[in-house]
């Protein structure tokens, strides 16, 4: 007998182009998360900057079951720590009650609202804040189980079945066997399994229709679905916006076959509600009583006294941390924007500079930078970490193309690989090597994993593999340089091919016209001046980690989560061509004779510096060259024993850190990040920022049309701004926008890692790159500052001009200060100006 | 569908569709054409104009998400109406303006619109 409920037959109101439309949407609720290969950061809130920041907070925390800002005894010891200027706070309390006639209002004999504000801030606990279940709910975690079976990247011995069909009719294909299914939706599920469509579009169409959801209300119920599993839904969109087909093909999925899995699911009643709880933050006995305003005072104060007290005592915790975020954030600018001021009309210099060497606008460029600078005549500029060049890379051995550029570019060059010129045999044993090594890899797959071999794998290599684990933990500095005596290093063995295109090998990977304007963009947008000194160096970034699933979080973000040395190498070799050179001086850059472009990369891990190609250097550059390498050692050490204070640790321990496999902080990456600062070197030069500024070279004088300016600040500020508010929002609430503790996480598929044993892909970085091993954070929760040295109307311009500006200056996501050249006067972008008016949308500091 | 006959020569009447967006957007639009079974579109990057809100830049070096792009579809009036009706609910939420025309052409076929619908 079929005990099944009869499934009304419905009609779907909505186009297939409707649903489309909406899915596309709802999409947005999430940003596209790169997997860990390429690992670059993103904006947990990008779906909501086009709301105000403190709304879009607000939004997201309600849609993600988030926090909306660090706890509050977070906060606290921030303040204690110095981060916070307790005066500035009492400031921004003062403005959030309304100003001084407000906030000194008496509630009671001697209290007055800024007191009980300043008591609730400062001293008196809190709420407990967000609470949330450790497990995902039954829905979200079937829909994470086939996510994982699905998007597997080749880890899994039994691949998923039927993924040709598509992630939705794969997992229909399956769940009428799958007990977790039965049990979640019952026979209601069962029928409906046999009944819905199989297009996923008309499946979510039909669901719109079977549920009654009205006109207006369908996005926001897709967006819910969403927002359930962040992780995934992100890894679907990058999967469908910015991977390369190949990645994708044959197991095809878009964000409509996860919806339509929803919709089954709420379709068959197997929806949980209410993940999280916000416990109410009412201090109102604790605050009365540390005033001593008793029941008798509260209820003989006027209306608006016990109105006011009840708010105070009603603030949550979300709202108390927006007050210490913006009392940091005035607090750096207090402190920044002055010294900046002050240099504003600071000279350049006129001695000709030893080397000049351009690194990438990463944060941890500028401490180097200033370590160097103090070595000897060195002239620095910041310049984006993939220096213009938007270029994939076929790597010798790699099936899948390397994307060296940001991802708010699509490749337009694609670079072959080769042996470099002079190094054919250590090439050669190279590529023998990882061929060997992909080999042994693959046979001890297969024998791991095989039923009958096994347990026999395990005893057989198991000894092996623990006298390897123990020399890994007692002497890894040892183990790393006797497997690089064994091995030749990758990294000058082979080099990027100008000349060849990877996949039409009859062209060039340039024109002669494009080698032209890579140079002259670097030039353009720097400000950097002829004549050159005679070694000038373009220095790319990565980091060093074993074992470390984030490793390319620590890479250079401009190069797609990579190290950038293939892009300074090639940008090298373009202004070392003689013929790109007779070009750029006719358009009067006059690059000397004398004049050798080499290519390094800073490992921001060690803060050793690595010279490419130093075979191709000429005989006239070895002393400058020997020179430049001695300084760069000197400031490498310098700077490394600056980060082994901030890390906890001895300098040397620092570098045992980047080749240990039991790592969980290798370094700091970019946390502390704080500004983003556009002008020459002069302005910066004098003052320490604490490597939290990314440094983006520009002189205003050669840039009269703004283009300079607008390619800046849409482009490298617009990346800064990603990794800003992933710090940001990761340290706020690191289990949703984060990833966690390192400890407990598991790699999945290949692309991301997850807390345990399932659930969802985390979406951030983990805890231990924002809080130290007490729990405190280390990175300050606040949003960018980003400082331009230009004429204020050539600013106004520009922003006006580019609505991307607009949103993020306008919204609050990021805070403007313009600095006049020739006054020093320093003003502010106000928040929701109208891009019309002029004088009115500045407000002086 | 009409089809116009100067001489030798054979045209035939579909619709086109031009649509202006922020660039940052044109992943939502083409789900929209692969929805309606439009198999090509054209993409005009780095389009300038004025608008409601002033004027809009155009050329971005670094950036290929920034400003606004053209799409411009050719199909047979059924699709194109698709596509404007899933259109109208963009437009709900998000900035941009479409065009429909009547359009004739030589090679139909590269214009046919495929049947999505399983």
Excluded at chain 1, 147 to 153: I, S, V
Excluded at chain 1, 562 to 578: C, E, P, Q, Y
Aim: aromatic residues 6%.
């Amino acid at each position: 007998m079929n005990m099944m409920a009869p499934i009304a037959i419905v009609e779907p109101v909505l186009t297939r182009t409707e649903v489309a439309g909406l899915v596309s949407l709802a999409a947005r609720t999430v940003p596209p998360i790169w997997p860990l290969e390429s690992a670059i950061a993103v904006n947990p809130l990008a779906g909501f900057e086009e709301l105000p920041f403190e709304q879009a907070v607000s939004a997201a925390a309600q849609r993600f079951s988030a926090r909306e800002n660090l706890p509050v005894d977070q906060w606290r010891t921030l303040l204690r720590a110095g981060s916070i200027d307790q005066k500035v706070l009492r400031d921004v309390a003062i403005q959030e009650l309304g100003g001084l006639n407000s906030a000194f209002e008496l509630i009671g004999p001697d209290v007055s609202r800024l007191d009980l504000l300043m008591a609730r801030l400062l001293d008196l606990p809190v709420g407990a804040g967000v609470t949330r279940p450790a497990m995902l709910s039954p829905d979200a975690d079937f829909i994470a189980k086939w996510c994982a079976a699905f998007f597997d990247q080749g880890r899994a011995a039994s691949p998923m079945p039927n993924r040709g069909l598509g992630f939705y009719r794969s997992v229909l294909a399956i769940a009428g066997h799958d007990s977790e299914f039965r049990r979640l939706t019952g026979d209601v599920g069962q029928k409906l399994l046999l009944s819905i469509p199989r297009d996923p579009l008309e499946a979510i169409a039909e669901g719109f229709a079977a549920l009654g959801i009205c006109h207006g209300e369908e996005e926001d119920l897709l967006a819910g679905y969403v927002a359930r599993l962040p992780g995934w839904a992100g890894h679907i969109r990058w999967r469908n916006e910015h991977a390369d087909p190949e990645y994708a093909a044959g197991a095809p999925a878009g964000m409509a076959d996860l919806l339509a899995l929803w919709m089954l699911l709420d379709r068959s009643g197997a929806i949980s509600t209410g993940e999280a709880r916000t416990a109410p933050s009412d201090v109102s006995a604790q605050l009365a009583e540390r005033f001593n305003l008793t029941s008798d005072i509260l209820e003989n104060a006027h209306e608006a006294g016990r109105r006011h007290f009840n708010e105070i005592a009603n603030l949550d915790e979300g709202k108390l941390g927006r007050m210490f975020m913006l009392a940091a954030e005035t607090s750096y600018r207090n402190a920044v924007v002055p010294q900046l001021r002050a240099a504003a009309d600071a000279p350049g210099s006129d001695e000709v500079a030893e080397a000049q060497l351009v690194f990438c606008i990463d944060v941890r460029s500028e401490s180097f930078r200033r370590a160097l600078e103090a070595e000897g005549r060195y002239e620095t500029f910041g310049y984006a970490g993939f220096f213009g060049l938007p270029i994939a890379l076929h790597k010798v051995g790699k099936s899948r193309r390397t994307r060296l550029l940001p991802v708010l570019l699509s490749p337009q060059h694609d670079v072959d690989e080769g042996p470099a010129v002079g190094r054919e045999r250590e090439a050669e044993m190279v590529e023998q090597n990882a061929e060997r090594t992909q080999h042994t890899a693959n046979l001890f797959d297969i024998a791991k994993q095989g039923s009958a071999t096994a347990f026999t794998t395990a005893e057989v290599t198991g000894p092996l593999a623990g006298l390897l684990m123990a020399a890994n933990t007692i002497a890894p500095k040892f183990v790393e340089r006797a497997v690089s005596r064994l091995r030749p290093p990758r990294e000058d063995a082979f080099a990027p091919s100008l000349e060849k295109h990877a996949d039409h090998g009859v062209h060039p990977a340039f024109t002669f016209e494009e080698k032209v304007g890579y140079a002259t963009a670097l030039f353009k947008l720097t400000g950097m001046k002829t004549p050159t000194a005679r070694l000038v160096a373009l220095v790319g970034h990565g980091g060093s980690a074993v074992n470390n699933p984030y490793a390319a979080a620590l890479d250079c973000g401009a190069c797609g989560g990579h190290a950038g040395g293939s892009n300074a190498r090639i940008l090298t070799a373009i202004l070392n061509d003689l013929d790109v050179r007779a070009e750029l001086a006719k358009r009067g850059m006059n690059i000397p004779d004398t004049t050798r472009f080499i290519a390094a990369e800073h490992n921001t891990t060690t803060d050793e510096v690595f010279i490419f190609d130093q075979a191709t250097i000429p005989e006239s550059h070895r002393p400058d060259l020997s020179a430049l390498m001695t300084s760069l050692a000197r400031a490498g050490s310098a700077n490394r024993e600056r980060r082994s204070v901030l890390l906890g640790r001895s300098a040397s321990d620092v570098l045992t850190g980047a080749v240990h496999w039991g790592e969980v902080r290798p370094e700091w990456g970019l946390a502390r990040n704080a500004a983003f600062i556009v002008g020459p070197r002069s302005l910066t030069r004098s003052i320490d920022l604490e490597g939290r500024a990314f440094l983006h070279s520009y002189d205003w004088q050669s840039d009269t049309d703004g283009s300079a300016l607008t390619t800046i600040l849409t482009a490298p500020m617009v990346v800064a701004q990603w990794i800003n508010c992933q710090y940001l929002f990761s340290t706020i609430d690191n289990d949703r926008y984060g990833s966690g503790n390192k400890i407990t996480q598991n790699v999945v598929g290949g692309i991301g890692v997850l807390q345990g044993n399932g659930g969802d892909l985390k979406v951030g970085l983990p805890m231990q790159s924002l809080f130290g091993d007490d729990g405190t954070a280390f990175h300050v929760p606040q949003r960018l500052l980003t400082v331009v040295l230009a004429p204020f109307d050539l600013v106004e311009s520009v922003v006006a001009s580019n609505d991307i500006l607009e949103r993020l200056f306008g919204n609050g996501w990021v805070s403007l200060v313009v600095i006049d050249p020739e006054t020093g006067k320093a003003l502010r972008w106000r928040r929701n100006c109208e891009l019309s008016e002029s004088a009115a949308t500045h407000q002086s500091l | 569908m009409n089809n116009t006959r100067y001489g030798e020569l054979s045209l035939h009447r579909l619709k086109k569709i031009e649509i202006v967006m922020n660039a940052e957007d044109h992943g939502l639009v083409e789900d929209l054409l692969k929805a309606a079974g439009i198999g090509g579109w054209t993409i005009i990057r780095d389009v300038a104009g004025m608008g409601h809100s002033g004027f809009h830049q155009g050329k971005t070096i670094f950036n290929d998400q920034s400003g606004l792009v053209m799409f411009v579809g050719v199909a047979d009036e059924k699709a194109i109406i698709d596509v404007a009706r899933g259109l109208a609910r963009l437009f709900e939420k998000r900035p941009g303006v479409t065009f429909l025309s009547d359009v004739e052409v030589l090679r139909s076929d590269y214009f046919a619109a495929t049947q999505t619908a399983q």
